[in-house]
T-cell receptor
Framework: SQKIEQNSEALNIQEGKTATLTCNYT??????LQWYRQDPGRGPVFLLL?????KEKRKERLKVTFDTTLKQSLFHITASQPADSATYLCALEVRANNLFFGTGTRLTVIP | EADIYQTPRYLVIGTGKKITLECSQT?????MYWYQQDPGMELHLIHYSYGVNSTEKGDLSSESTVSRIRTEHFPLTLESARPSHTSQYLCASSAVPGLVPIPTDTQYFGPGTRLTVL
């Protein structure tokens, strides 16, 4: 069955450093992958989408890479800030345009 | 901020009660979804709809039912609530136009309803 693994439940990082989150998947070849941010008690908010034919996507301080050979996506936040503290979810399109979400990585940026 | 609303935000109710969780969006999106999320766990899709009069079951089996009589409204109903239904319920919508298999648009989520069944 489809499985998504996101590295470490929690990641603590010093303000100003680059945070790198990992999303690994098995048993599927998605056409694209999405990253969302979720704050406590709130619904996820879309951040970036990367397609299978794209190696890298950037948006302001965010960068996503997609390696379909390794079945892995990396999500980077450069110059991290305490306001970046949240849970970050990766999601794959499984079928019928529905998304399958990972459990997320809880990022804490320490001032 | 997405224009998708859920009420109530919090609900504590006794076993056996019938409940309806409301979800409305003002973006004119065709596709809508209901997810269930327990603390620290992934979102599980329980229902989705391609448009008016369309409802489909998701990957996670659920005793809840949904209806889609209007584009903007996608309520979820539990006929008889049980403690095992305690969870966070998240509604979402996207601009996917229908059954055409094209890459999906992004999903916009509501704030969620935290349901506790005693």
């Amino acid at each position: 069955s489809q499985k998504i693994e996101q590295n470490s439940e929690a990641l603590n990082i010093q303000e100003g450093k680059t945070a790198t989150l990992t999303c690994n998947y098995t048993n599927y070849s998605p056409a694209y992958l999405q990253w969302y941010r979720q704050d406590p008690g709130r619904g996820p908010v879309f951040l970036l989408l990367i397609r299978e034919n794209e190696k890298e996507k950037r948006k302001e301080r965010l960068k996503v890479t997609f390696d379909t050979t390794l079945k892995q996506s990396l999500f980077h936040i450069t110059a991290s800030q305490p306001a970046d503290s949240a849970t970050y979810l990766c999601a794959l399109e499984v079928r019928a345009n529905n998304l399958f979400f990972g459990t997320g990585t809880r990022l804490t940026v320490i001032p | 901020e997405a224009d998708i609303y859920q009420t109530p935000r919090y609900l504590v109710i006794g076993t056996g009660k019938k409940i309806t969780l409301e979800c409305s969006q003002t973006m004119g999106h065709d596709k809508m979804y209901w997810y269930q999320q327990d603390p620290g766990m992934e979102l599980h899709l329980i229902h989705y709809s391609y448009g008016v009069n369309s409802t489909e079951k998701g990957d996670l089996s659920s005793e809840s039912t949904v209806s889609r009589i209007r584009t903007e409204h996608f309520p979820l109903t539990l006929e008889s609530a049980r403690p095992s239904h305690t969870s966070q319920y998240l509604c979402a919508s996207s601009a996917v136009p229908g059954l055409v298999p094209i890459p999906t648009d992004t999903q916009y989520f509501g704030p969620g309803t935290r349901l506790t069944v005693l």
